[in-house]
């Protein structure tokens, strides 16, 4: 399995890994996440005085813009188009939020989705924490990825 990570030479040196030789194509990801709060705290963030949602959707937004710069070997990309959605869920309670990153290019933007979205929930926490630090960030993960080499994915269930 150390033979298949790519972002360590045969010495075992960290290196981003050299995507020149492959092709330019079509790529997207989707992740989600969930932030579970107490119903007063999700009560509150629905309240007219603001709208920490619509916050934390620019905030995994801007997020997914600088992924290579946060992730040490993650390439920079130039995304075509960034989509976060922040959605309360009573049933939780608290947030269910879903990102998806779109680019055409030589790499995946798996990290750009996975970003956006713990970003995006990092945000709620930080806008909610002052009634309710009992939070819970949980259940990241990509969902999909379309493009490349290796071709789609998807989880299932």
Known sequence: ???ELG????SGRPRMVDVSAKAETERSAVARGRVRCLPATLDLALSPKGDAARIAELAGTMAAKKTGELIPLCHPLPLT???VTVTPDESLPGFSVTAEARTIGRTGVEMEALTAVSIACLTLYDMLKSVDRGMRIEDIALI???GGKSGDWRRDG
């Open 1 to 3: 399995m150390a033979d």
């Open 7 to 10: 972002h360590f030479d045969e």
């Open 81 to 83: 188009a960034v989509a």
């Open 144 to 146: 999909e990825k379309k």
